[in-house]
């Protein structure tokens, strides 16, 4: 059974910084993404994906001032992700998802496992 657990999150005043972690266990595909979705509006939207090789994906919003990285292990046996969140702004106000994007395609339609999020606040 996939699970994700994330951590984190919290308010920052913009230009600041946070980490996101979330640990996925359970995993058993050979090839898969793992990343991060917010909530905007009614959708949530990919911020940022890795896939199982090391590939990194984000959205132009966030391109250059986040950072997604990763640990797979050979067996599956928990993969450890991180999400970097630098020079924050306001408009990343949103609460934010651990997800396991089984065919890498970045919609929210497709992810197949999600964490339970967590609050990220850019306010002065």
């Known amino acids: 059974r996939v699970h994700l657990e994330e951590s984190g999150g919290g308010s920052v005043q913009p230009g600041g910084s946070l980490k996101l972690p979330c640990a996925v266990s359970?995993?058993?595909?050979?090839?898969?993404?793992v990343g991060w979705f917010r909530q905007e509006s009614e959708e949530r939207a990919v911020v940022a994906e890795i896939?199982?090789?090391?590939?990194?994906?984000?959205?132009?919003s966030v391109k250059g001032r986040f950072t997604i990285s990763h640990t797979f292990p050979q067996d599956n046996a928990k993969v450890n992700l991180t999400l970097q969140m630098n020079n924050l702004k306001p408009e990343d106000t949103a609460r934010y998802y651990c997800?396991?994007?089984?065919?890498?395609?970045?919609?929210?339609?497709?992810?197949?496992?999600w964490g339970q999020g967590t609050q990220v606040t850019v306010s002065s």
């Open positions: 997800a396991v994007d089984p065919i890498c395609y970045g919609n929210y339609n497709y992810v197949d496992h």
């Open positions: 359970g995993l058993t595909g050979a090839t898969y993404c």
């Open positions: 896939d199982s090789e090391g590939n990194p994906k984000y959205s132009d």
